[in-house]
């Protein structure tokens, strides 16, 4: 059983720019949450996707967003990209809701 | 508006000593987890207590809740250096989403 990937590992990119973020479920999970986890934080809930519609937002702007697919495979979109944005991005999956299970998250930096 | 809060936000012990971290969270849940996250990396499911009293160990790891008190501990027996890492408890009321405290970096010194 293959758990939680997520790609790319690391990326650097500029003020402005938009960045895309990709998660590939665990087998059979149809829930995926994103969280961002800034430098010495804990990790902040972003919003979850339930067999494709978003199920929860947290308090983030508009300029976040998502989708997934009928695999169940997310993406994390940002457009407009600030440098607070630079963060450890982390995609959670989950069957039953009670236990998430974590990728290996993506580093982005805004430089 | 939910709030996690851990205490100790950071600690610093000696192998062999035991130790205790604290976790009050502002609203009703039955659902309290634990993680642990190693420098650049992502998060390692510790515990998941789902009632009142619930009581899990592994290794020299044990982790309660006390949803009338808000309350969640996890003890570290005789720590030793391994554990070195930092501790995040986190909260999901509604079965949704994770709230988490801000973490408890701990370092388990020789």
């Known amino acids: 059983e293959t758990g939680v990937t997520q790609s790319p590992t690391h990326l650097i990119k500029t003020r402005g720019q938009q960045v895309t973020l990709r998660c590939s479920s665990q087998?059979?999970?149809?829930?995926v949450s994103w969280y961002q986890q800034a430098l010495g934080q804990g990790p902040q809930f972003i919003f979850q996707?339930?067999?494709?519609?978003?199920?929860g937002r947290g308090n983030f702007p508009p300029r976040f967003s998502g989708l997934q697919f009928p695999n169940y495979s997310s993406e994390l979109n940002v457009n407009a990209l600030e440098l607070d944005d630079s963060a450890l991005y982390l995609c959670?999956?989950?069957?039953?809701?009670?236990?998430?299970?974590f990728g290996p998250g993506t580093r982005l930096t805004v430089l | 508006e939910l709030k996690v809060e851990q205490n100790p936000l950071f600690l610093s012990m000696q192998e062999g000593k035991n130790y205790t971290i604290y976790c009050n969270y502002s609203?009703?849940?039955?659902?309290l987890y634990w993680y642990r996250q190693d420098p650049g990396k992502s998060l390692e499911s510790l515990f998941v207590?789902?009632?009142?009293?619930a009581v899990k160990q592994e290794g020299r790891l044990m982790a309660s809740l006390d949803t009338k008190a808000r309350l969640s501990t996890l003890h570290i027996t005789a720590a030793v250096h391994d554990l070195s890492a930092t501790y995040f408890c986190?909260?999901?009321?509604?079965?949704?989403?994770?709230?988490f405290g801000e973490g408890t970096q701990l370092t388990v010194n020789p």
């Open positions: 959670a999956s989950s069957l039953t809701g009670v236990e998430q299970f």
């Open positions: 087998s059979g999970h149809n829930t």
């Open positions: 996707y339930y067999r494709e519609e978003e199920n």
């Open positions: 609203t009703t849940s039955d659902r």
């Open positions: 207590l789902l009632s009142n009293g």
């Open positions: 986190a909260v999901d009321p509604s079965g949704s989403r994770l709230t």
